[in-house]
């Protein structure tokens, strides 16, 4: 070698890292190394081939060869007799062959080279930095030979550079990935969300956009643990991501999902594309000993009708996916312009009663239940009310919008629960009689899958027996989801002494049959029966039924928003016993209560079976 090889070896290293270092994609780098490697070793042909994980051969730089050659090589396999180059990654040491047309490596690739006058191959693997083969690089000869010692620095050199060059492209993509991809279930994530968006959007073709959550995630992670909420999230991913070519789905966080859905018109095409995802997802997962339901509840909004700007159609999909969760879990909603308003207002009714809560303004009121025959108060129903900052007392209707966000329902009931305790415990310091406080719950206190420890920790903290509580549950929570959680729940607060009331009868999802599987003590027939009973022969019939079937299943019951004489003469006659209403008292403070049942509290020498409401 002359003098100068030295300095021309340098040369090619030094332009080759440059070119790296400018971010010049990696095939341009190999090419470039290709044909420097040609120009310093005249006659030879170079090909730089790639090895992925499943041990498959894929061109990367072969500038002297066919495109016909280096198609018929991508995707062979590496193995003991597969040329010189896929020998070579097999072997993961060099591999000369001075002879192709004798050697038995090439036995299944001869046909190919022979033609372009190739006689010999002298290949090389490429290491990562952890040993592993991840390319091969390769001198072909066009006569029968072995490298000479000038090629074998040139090859030296370039192994060297080229090994920097794809680990410098595996970081990069390892980069690109952790920065556009979500690690759990490898889809794209917010920020690579956000850019397709945009882009679409750009295009100015039609297109939809479903929000997704998955339901009850946290009541998983909570019970089974985060090993079966991550399972239960990769496998909605993965059946979101296979249910149709237009869907291109993106995972935002947590068990939030966003996907793009191409070429779509109108609502319809919308709605066929919720329904289709929603079909996916179905299907046990079998987890060890342990099998999940997934479901998806979804939000979607239309591009042009529901927003021309990234923001405006995200926070509207976003409205109809809170709409959704509220009013038709496990289904779809499409965006309409009233959900805006309705959200908003809800939002600042959120903050009000949020603020409330760290103000100490939300308070329990309470409503007596009576005998209907002595107007004794047997019981209590306890009822939020906030204290609004000019000192007017807020009924819930006012502020009811705000349960709808399970942390502030979970926060209320958290509150309420310590209040009521406070207030028993005194009522039964003073020796007052009385059987039960009514609790209402919503479906945020399920969803934490931790009610039955606050209650029983609340009321054995105020020394107040849990037989003093009648856990209220309305329809459309008892029997509204699609899963066992709330029956389940139930049952367990049943075992520690608790009653349970199934408030609002007949007004949700609820009927005389489910009666004979859910777990109720206690019907309260809803006020819109009570309110037409006497003009309304309906009514009375229907009132009459439930009363009937009722006491056939031992389950007592309550009659709500009795407000007239009338109204208690035909629920007595019936053979109802107990009620609550205006006619016998509005819902008051803890003070006002205390004066009302000193007064007209059960007497101490009742018939304790008589007087129960349960």
Partial sequence: MIPDDTGLLLRLQTEVLEAVACG????????????????????????????????????????????????????????????????????????????????????????????????????????????????TFAFYYRTRRGPNDMERRIVQTCLHVCAIAIDHEQVRQRNHRLAYFDTLTGLPNRGHFNDMLGRSIAMDEPFGLLLADIDHLKLINDTLGHVFGDMLICTVAERIADCHPSLTACRLGGDEFAVLVADCHDDIALHDAATRMIAAIRGLIQVGDQTIDPHITIGGALFGPDGTDGASLSQNADFALYHAKETRRGGYVRFVPGLRTTMLERANMVRAVDQAMTEGRMLAHYQPIVRLDTAEIVGLEALARMRMPDGRIAAAGEFHAAMADPRIAWQLTGQMLTQIASDIRHWLDLGIVFQHVGVNVTTGDFQRGDLETRIVETFERAGVPLEHIVLEVNESVYMGGNDQMVPRAVSALRQRGLLVALDDFGTGFASLTHLLSFPVDIIKIDRSFVSRLGSDGASDVVVGSIIDIARKLDMKLVAEGIETPEQARILAELGCTMGQGYLYARPGSVEDTTRLLGLFAQKRDADADERRTA
């Fill in 24 to 135: 010049e994609p990696l095939v341009a780098v190999a090419d470039l190394l290709c044909r420097r490697a040609e120009n310093l070793a005249p006659g030879i042909v170079c090909s730089i081939l790639t090895v992925d994980s499943q041990g498959l051969l894929h061109p990367l730089a072969a500038p002297s060869l066919p495109l016909a050659y280096s198609s018929a090589i991508d995707g062979a396999a590496t193995g003991s007799r597969a040329g010189s180059c896929g020998t070579a990654a097999f072997r993961n040491e060099p591999v000369i062959v001075t002879d192709i047309s004798r050697n038995p490596l090439w036995d299944d690739y001869r046909a190919l080279v022979e033609p372009l006058g190739l006689r010999a191959c002298w290949s090389s693997p490429i290491r990562d930095r952890d040993g592993r083969v991840v390319a």
